[in-house]
């Protein structure tokens, strides 16, 4: 079964600095989709970046990169040059194939992002 | 282009009671998913749903819990006889395309609805 896993409960960045949030995931099918959503204290979720498992580059979204690992199945999200504003839970999913039974996201279980001024 | 819709934002049962949650998905999308999210946790999948049909319900637990989209108007999830352990933010997402949409087929999500049991 497809599992999402990450190891960071809580992370803390110094404004302007850069910081990495870890994503290890599980399948054993070879088609898959990554993403990353943020939860900021206001409770909605918010999409962040998509890598897809066929995809040969990193994705990449303005301050958001995806450093996608295939060999070690892990999705780590870079945030570079902190803002204060990027305080929130952050959360990596992974999306089944959608021929199976329309592709629901599973979600793992977040890593809160404190930046400090 | 208004986005996904979730009403009501807050809603407050006591033991006992039922709660009803609406999802007014975005124009034009006619998928729907809904997820729970337990205090301290990440979302976990409920049910796929598109027009009138349930696709996916393998995590809706087996009792009190159901949900539909009907032809014409919001989808419903409905939690009878309401628990303190119901007690979550439940979201909704929705999407243009299911089955034919690929990998990337982006679920929007909407603002949640926040049920308290007392």
């Known amino acids: 079964a497809q599992k999402i896993t990450q190891t960071q409960p809580g992370m803390f960045v110094q404004e302007k600095e850069a910081v990495t949030l870890d994503c290890t995931y599980d399948t054993s099918d070879p088609s898959y989709g990554l993403f990353w959503y943020k939860q900021p204290s206001s409770g909605e979720m918010i999409f962040l970046i998509y890598q897809g498992s066929y995809d040969q580059q990193n994705a990449t979204e303005g301050r958001y990169s995806l450093n996608f690992q295939k060999a070690r199945k892990s999705a780590n999200l870079v945030i570079s040059a902190s803002q204060l504003g990027d305080s929130a839970m952050y959360f990596c999913?992974?999306?089944?194939?959608?021929?199976?039974?329309?592709?629901?996201?599973?979600f793992g279980q977040g890593t809160e992002l404190s930046v400090k001024p | 282009n208004a986005g996904v819709m979730q009403n009501p934002r807050h809603l407050v049962r006591r033991r006992g009671q039922e709660a009803r949650l609406r999802c007014s998905p975005m124009?034009?999308?006619?998928?729907v998913y809904w997820y729970r999210q337990l205090p301290e946790e990440g979302l976990k999948f409920m049910v796929y749903?598109?027009?009138?049909?349930?696709?996916?319900e393998s995590g809706m637990p087996k009792e009190r819990f159901s949900a539909e989209f009907p032809k014409e108007g919001p989808s419903i999830l409905r939690i009878q006889q309401v628990v303190r352990g119901d007690s979550a933010a439940y979201f909704c997402?929705?999407?243009?395309?299911?089955?034919?949409?690929?990998?990337?087929?982006?679920?929007?999500f909407g603002p949640g609805t926040r049920l308290t049991v007392l």
């Open positions: 749903l598109q027009k009138e049909n349930i696709i996916d």
């Open positions: 997402a929705s999407s243009p395309t299911g089955l034919a949409g690929g990998l990337w087929n982006e679920q929007f």
């Open positions: 124009k034009g999308h006619s998928h």
């Open positions: 999913a992974m999306r089944e194939p959608v021929y199976n039974q329309g592709g629901k996201l599973i």
